[in-house]
């Protein structure tokens, strides 16, 4: 069988990169306390009119800030630079705000137009009866309803009939001075003009000044990690700036297909559905819903029949999939980098808090934060909150796991890896560490027998479920490599990489060394010596009990390795080895202290070896199995000194009778 295995190597990881770029997650996140999280979100919700407009200026401000530096870059003056970004952008959202009114009141003066198909289509559903005639039910329900509310109402009869009066004309005279009409008619605008004026003004400010407010930010911020902070800056202005600025051409992609279907399926307006579809879909989620909803409708009004409508629902489906699926990860690789949870708890938080524009605005203002996070220590706990990134290390998830007695979702974890990592690699990198974790509680005193138990038989079931898997990294070692994907002996990559012998024709015993623990490393010792083609029996850590090792059935067994994920196990080992070797001479002995990262040096492990009397000492998987297969002979098993001096003693003592 090919031995093809090698440390290390892993096929490429698939996916795509996000939006935020990862960061390793450390052992304990600090949480504020509930009074500054009442108080914040007290001040952002009583102070929403300062500090709406103060994000809304900030957001633009990174969008704003590469097509300023292109600017700049191209010879124009900074103060010019930045007045023709600003008043071109603002231009856009004018002339973006004024069609979308002008299309608006063309589709309200059309309105009444559209009311006898509407009413055809409710009549075509009462008389064919659709869902059993539930309309007819529900409509005859309310109106006996309201007759029965009328009724008695009406019930009491009046002691004297009253001749009924005759209604008086009466005509409402509107005397509203031409002052009072105007204040009417701008009196509404003059918030959100003033709104708007104030924006683009500190737009401009933040613009000029970004130097110094950077480093006001670090001074108050990170002075003391200067590196730290200034990443942190960087990489959020770089990031919610690539965001905003892909996320708009996205949508004008979406918006331009949509709008040209429309107009080509006869929907009226179709200018105005395009323009909303590209504004709503920066709301996430509901907002490509929302901007779907109101061109169907006005399918259902525009045409008899019911065609139109499913052309309509399947337009803005077919673009929806080809704009998630194709066209964002090909322009920017990923969504925001946050999670679909945090998305949506973002945008409901944020929706309370300011309303439709804080809607809008949630994903944009949450990537800052997560951002921030990722940097910023004292703000890290919005990144575990918020982020798409694995809070858990893979072998403390595991291990969470298998504590939890979940040996389901153990192997879906399990599995999920060996997509790109082989079982060599699985079992060192993460299922041992995960063990390791479970031996260090039990060491602390804060892991019961019961616990223990659990977490072994859950490990034990997770590698009987990964045998499919190991049968079939199995048949790949059987299967010829093809010419094309035979190995480069010049590629540096695979320089570190230990190729795993064959085991053909060798039998290993793989057990425990103290405890339920042990057994389960064992069990995947055993499952990676399967992969390579060795006869492998088990035996749990009792059988190494005293009394028990001269049970076991070493006949045709070349090699016995005992695990022990305690390292405080060097006396109990050397026993062990002893006691294995009386009961066999020509069997080799083997000793794996598990250890968590790169295997310790050779050499130490070679004096341990000699010092416990065994063939060899391993401290990770690789090691193990190349221990495990190898063809050196056993080495003979060395008295003790003491029991050689008293040897030596008795020899002399007989030798000095026999000659008296």
Known sequence: MAANRRNGMASPAHGLEDILSPAAPHPRTALPNVATIVTTVAALYFGREVFLPIAIALLLTFALAPLVSALKRAGIPRIAAVIVSVLGAFAALALFSFIVATQVSE?????????????????????????????????????????????????PPAATPEKPREPVPVEIVSRERPLEVLQNIVGPLISPLGSAGLIIVVVIFMLLEREDLRDRFIRLVGYGDLHRTTEALQDAGKRVGRYLLMQLVVNIVYAVPIAAGLWILGIPNALLWGLLALGL?????????????????????????????????????????????????????SRTGLSSLAIIVAAIFWTWLWGPLGLVLSTPLTVCLVVLGRHV????????????????????????????????????????????????????????????????????????????????????????????????????????????????????????????????????????????????????????????????????????????????ELEGIDTVVVGFLNRDSVKHARFLVRRLKRAKAALRVGIVFWSQGPNEDKEAAAKLARDINADFVAHGMVDAVVGALSNEPPIALKLVAKRRMRRQRATSQKASAAST
């Not at 309310?142 to 009406?154: A, K, L, M, P, S």
């Not at 409708?297 to 673009?319: D, E, I, K, R, Y």
């Not at 220590?377 to 007695?405: C, I, K």
């Not at 490990?459 to 790949?476: C, K, P, R, T, Y």
């Open 107 to 155: 589709l309200a003066q059309n309105i009444p137009v559209y009311q006898a198909n509407i009413l055809t289509k409710v009549r075509s559903l009462k008389e064919t009866g659709v869902g059993g005639g539930i309309i007819a039910k529900l409509s005859k329900v309310v109106e006996r309803v309201g007759q029965e509310i009328d009724r008695q109402e009406t019930s």
């Open 281 to 333: 879909r920066f709301v996430p989620y509901i907002g490509p819903a929302i901007g779907m909803l109101l061109p169907l409708f006005l399918a259902l009004a525009v045409a008899p029949g019911w065609s139109l409508v499913l052309w309509t629902a399947a337009l803005f489906v077919v673009m929806e999939l080809i704009t998630g699926n194709v066209v964002e990860p090909w322009l920017y690789g």
């Open 377 to 552: 220590p004292q703000f890290e706990f919005l990144d575990v909150l918020f982020g798409n990134e694995p809070v858990l290390e893979p072998h403390a998830r595991l291990y969470q796991r298998l504590l939890a007695g979940d040996p389901d979702e153990a192997t879906d974890h399990a599995e999920e890896m060996l997509e790109e990592k082989y079982l060599v690699e699985f079992y060192d990198k993460v299922a041992i560490p995960a063990l390791l974790l479970g031996e260090q509680d039990r060491a602390r005193g804060v892991m019961g027998d019961q616990q223990r138990r659990q977490v072994a038989e859950s490990a034990l079931v997770m590698v009987a479920n990964l045998d499919d898997s190991a049968h079939e990294e199995a048949e790949e070692e059987d299967a010829p490599p093809a010419a094309e994907e035979e190995p480069d002996d010049k590629d540096p990559s695979r320089e570190d990489e230990t190729e795993l012998p064959d085991g053909t024709d060798l039998s290993v015993l793989c057990t425990g060394g103290r405890g339920e623990l042990d057994d389960a490393a064992a069990a995947m010792l055993a499952q990676v010596l399967e992969v390579q083609g060795t006869t492998v029996s088990k035996a749990g850590f009792a059988d190494m009990e005293p009394a028990n090792i001269r049970r076991l």
